[in-house]
């Protein structure tokens, strides 16, 4: 193997180790966002706790479309 090729690698290697920190970075930024709008959908709706979670989107919906 050359040393091209080492180096080659190597900045493949590195790369894909950027990458890979970057979607850690993401995904925990997602699940962080989440969580803050669960809690605000709380908040407002507390009765939220209580309904299944298969229920939630037509619940929700629902809800949303009778607002005034």
């Given at each position: ?17 950027v ?48 607002a005034?």
């Amino acid at each position: 193997m050359t040393e091209d090729e080492k180096k080659l690698i190597q900045a493949r290697h590195r790369l894909e180790a950027v990458q890979a920190r970057n979607r850690v970075q993401e995904h925990k930024a997602r699940t962080r966002r989440l969580i803050q709008e669960g809690a605000i959908l709380e908040s407002v709706w507390p009765e939220v706790r209580d309904i299944p979670m298969a229920d939630l989107p037509r619940k929700l919906h629902d809800k949303l479309s009778n607002a005034p």
